[in-house]
């Protein structure tokens, strides 16, 4: 049981760039999501997915692509990557409604947008 | 989901209790509240979440008030491994986590 598993850990990017940031969860868990957090300030919830087939937008969702067609796997596509973009970026599962432990989280993709 | 308000940072001696505030005067009946601590810059670890009663479990106590619009994470024992980000987050079953900006918690040798 490995949790929540990002690859790769670290990547940098020239600016228009595409890339795809991978996230798996072992856990069966119903909900995943994306974060990014800049220097010094919280998470910011950019897409997440309440099941197989389902995503939604979250805070800042401009610049990301987002598709879940498999319970595990929930991958984030930046599509032509910006400075602005530069970020550690956090997947995490969670249980849907009646999961009490809230959402794991993975040990984060730091990305550099030159 | 009812915002939050954490003062930005705290400290706390090595050996003492640390507790930490937050306020949510605008909770709903159906909100949890959730604690969340990042240290340095790994993912967020969960701590403990309760709905109306106060709660305990073998990292910390969760205190609500009466009217739940505020609550304190009580740290027993503090150690320098202690020493992260703490986020408290109200959130209905079902519904997203989003963070604020936290209290950063600096155990103190």
């Known amino acids: 049981n490995a949790g929540v598993t990002q690859t790769p850990k670290f990547q940098v990017l020239k600016t228009g760039q595409s890339m795809t940031l991978q996230c798996a969860q072992d856990m069966n868990h119903e909900y995943m999501s994306w974060y990014r957090q800049d220097p010094g300030m919280g998470l910011r919830l950019i897409h997440y997915?309440?099941?197989?087939?389902?995503?939604d937008q979250g805070e800042v969702p401009n610049g990301y692509n987002v598709s879940r067609s498999t319970t595990e796997d929930f991958p984030l596509r930046l599509l032509s990557a910006a400075p602005s973009q530069t970020s550690v970026y956090f997947c995490?599962?969670?249980?849907?409604?009646?999961?009490?432990?809230?959402?794991?989280f993975g040990q984060g993709t730091r990305l550099t947008v030159v | 989901d009812a915002k939050t308000t954490q003062p930005p940072s705290m400290d706390c001696a090595e050996g003492r209790a640390a507790n930490l505030p937050c306020n949510h005067s605008?909770?709903?009946?159906?909100?949890?509240v959730y604690w969340y601590r990042q240290i340095h810059s790994q993912g967020p670890q969960y701590i403990i979440h309760?709905?109306?009663n106060n709660e305990t479990n073998e990292m910390a106590s969760l205190i609500i008030t009466e009217d739940r619009k505020s609550s304190t994470l009580i740290l027993p024992h503090a150690t320098l491994r202690d020493t992260a980000v703490y986020y408290c987050?109200?959130?209905?079953?079902?519904?997203?986590?989003?963070f604020g900006t936290g209290t950063s918690l600096t155990v103190i040798p």
């Open positions: 997915s309440v099941g197989a087939g389902i995503t």
């Open positions: 605008t909770i709903s009946g159906n909100e949890y």
């Open positions: 309760g709905l109306k």
């Open positions: 995490a599962s969670s249980l849907g409604v009646g999961g009490s432990r809230g959402a794991f």
């Open positions: 987050i109200v959130r209905a079953f079902g519904n997203q986590f989003y």
